[in-house]
Antibody, heavy 121, light 105 residues
Framework: QVHLVQSEAEVKKPGSSVKVSCKAS????????ISWVRQAPGQGLEWMGG????????KYAQKFQGRLTVTADDSTTTAYMELTNLTSDDTGMYFC??????????????WGQGTTVIVSS | DIQMTQSPSSLSASVGDRVTITCRAS??????LNWYQQKPGKAPKILIY???RLQSGVPSRFSGSGSETNFSLTINSLQPDDFASYYC????????FGPGTKVDV
């Protein structure tokens, strides 16, 4: 049974960066895509980017190109999401999620518990 | 980028109703379409993957249909636990979600 555990909530100043971690346990890590999904308060789901650890090269939604970095550490089975140049619009819940089968960005059947990021001066 | 639309954006229903939510893609995505349920304060839960395949453990009252650009999620005999928001997602190219449909009483 795969389990994803995310890092704790963050409060950041505008213009700063945030890095959120997602630790996987209980299953294969390197061949399954890990995605990052954001949800602003009262809004819908937004796919930000992701990575298949064994392939190393991440994929990003165009909206986040240049501001988002997704990485993965196979040795610790942990994925990371770093978002820079934060504004109040980045306030929300950030989820990591794993694809239901290996090899590509398929639908996601295992989700982390979410990490709240608040951007405020 | 492929644009995803959903209709309706919200609907009111009663226990026992049959509910259908539609999702449209701006271009052909074959069957790379998934459906999720989300309740307030919780992570989404996948219901249907590859347009028509029921995720293990999901009640059989949920079903998905469609291909290419037009898809639907049907809930037969709505149960109290089904009042939630529902999202479609394409994974044919860079993944993206529809705007969501809220099902309430």
């Amino acid at each position: 049974q795969v389990h994803l555990v995310q890092s704790e909530a963050e409060v950041k100043k505008p213009g700063s960066s945030v890095k959120v971690s997602c630790k996987a346990s209980g299953g294969t890590f390197s061949s399954y895509a890990i995605s990052w999904v954001r949800q602003a308060p009262g809004q819908g789901l937004e796919w930000m980017g992701g990575i298949i650890p064994v392939l190393v090269t991440p994929k990003y939604a165009q909206k986040f190109q240049g501001r988002l970095t997704v990485t993965a550490d196979d040795s610790t089975t942990t994925a990371y999401m770093e978002l820079t140049n934060l504004t109040s619009d980045d306030t929300g819940m950030y989820f990591c999620a794993r694809a239901y089968k290996p090899g590509d960005f398929y639908g996601m059947d295992v989700w982390g518990q979410g990490t709240t990021v608040i951007v405020s001066s | 980028d492929i644009q995803m639309t959903q209709s309706p954006s919200s609907l009111s229903a009663s226990v026992g109703d049959r509910v259908t939510i539609t999702c449209r893609a701006s271009q052909n995505i074959r069957s790379y379409l998934n459906w999720y349920q989300q309740k307030p304060g919780k992570a989404p839960k996948i219901l249907i993957y590859a347009a028509t395949r029921l995720q293990s453990g999901v009640p059989s009252r949920f079903s998905g249909s469609g291909s290419e650009t037009n898809f639907s999620l049907t809930i037969n005999s709505l149960q109290p636990d089904d009042f939630a928001s529902y999202y479609c997602q394409q994974t044919y190219t860079t993944p993206g979600f529809g705007p969501g449909t809220k099902v309430d009483v």
